[in-house]
């Protein structure tokens, strides 16, 4: 008789390793259970956090402006209309724009208190007189400089093209790219509306010298967007200036004074 011992057959083998797994994977409890709760963890995370912005995106000031245009004789709606003439200024950008409208080109302009007038420390005898920001009528300057003073003059001198509108008119913004306008709106982003036409902040029209009809409130509708201009006739002015580096001076100076008070120019050096 053979005492030799057979090899274990398959169902042994497979037998005893799964009863050591098991023995490994007892050992390795508080694991294994971190392990299978952990993705199950970041899946309710992620679900918790997709809802909580679905329901904020979801809020009226997120999405584009809609409103009835149609009703039939019991007052229901039958049809309605999206769209930027229906949006608020935070639901504009939510709104498809097949064909923006576009915006004249904008200079920087100080407010009426803060311009350029004759100071202790800017005692130049061309700069205005500061009385006049009692009356908030200061012209807006521009510095100027060049080799040749006369050529650099008349070169300026067409910087502020004048508005002469016809009675007609009947595309306001594209009248305003062909001259000088400003606005001492603080920049910003909005995508389709330039802060300056949607803000009840004026509008200034620099020339170089102003007659009453030119200041005036004008109701404007630039492609479904209503607007509501503000513009001021503001004079502008030209001053020369011996070199760059004085210009320079004058700017910085402009902006350190005594009691926090300013002195600004047009942000628009010519040189030539």
Excluded at 69 to 95: A, F, H, I, N, P
Excluded at 157 to 182: C, E, M, Q, W
Excluded at 194 to 215: G, K, M, R
């Amino acid at each position: 008789m053979d005492s030799r011992r057979r090899p274990a057959g398959f169902l042994t083998q497979a037998n005893a390793l799964l009863r050591k797994n098991l023995c490994l994977q007892k050992r390795n409890l508080k694991t294994n259970i971190g392990i299978t709760i952990f993705p199950i963890l970041i899946c309710v995370l992620l679900l918790v956090l997709q809802n909580i912005i679905n329901n904020e995106l979801d809020k009226p000031k997120y999405n584009c402006g809609c409103a009835c245009v149609d009703t039939d004789m019991y007052g229901t709606c039958r049809k309605r209309e999206c769209g930027v003439q229906y949006s608020t200024l935070e639901q504009v950008w939510s709104c498809a724009i097949p064909s923006p409208p576009r915006w004249p080109a904008l200079i920087q302009v100080p407010q009426p208190q803060f311009r350029a007038v004759r100071t202790v420390s800017q005692p130049f005898d061309d700069l205005p007189d500061p009385s006049c920001r009692d009356s908030l009528s200061c012209p807006a300057s521009v510095l100027i400089t060049g080799k040749d003073r006369g050529f650099a003059e008349s070169v300026a001198g067409g910087l502020f093209p004048v508005f002469a509108p016809t009675l007609n008119v009947t595309d306001y913004l594209d009248a305003l790219s062909r001259i000088v306008v400003g606005s001492d709106t603080i920049p910003g982003y909005t995508q389709l509306v330039e802060p300056a036409f949607s803000s009840s902040d004026t509008l200034y029209l620099l020339q170089p010298q102003c007659v009453p009809f030119l200041s005036q409130t004008i109701s404007y509708n630039a492609r479904g967007i209503p607007l509501q201009l503000n513009i001021q006739c503001v004079e502008g002015v030209l001053l020369w200036r011996e070199s760059t580096s004085v210009i320079n001076d004058e700017l910085l100076k402009g902006y350190i004074q005594r009691g926090g008070k300013t002195n600004e120019f047009i942000a628009e050096v010519m040189t030539s």
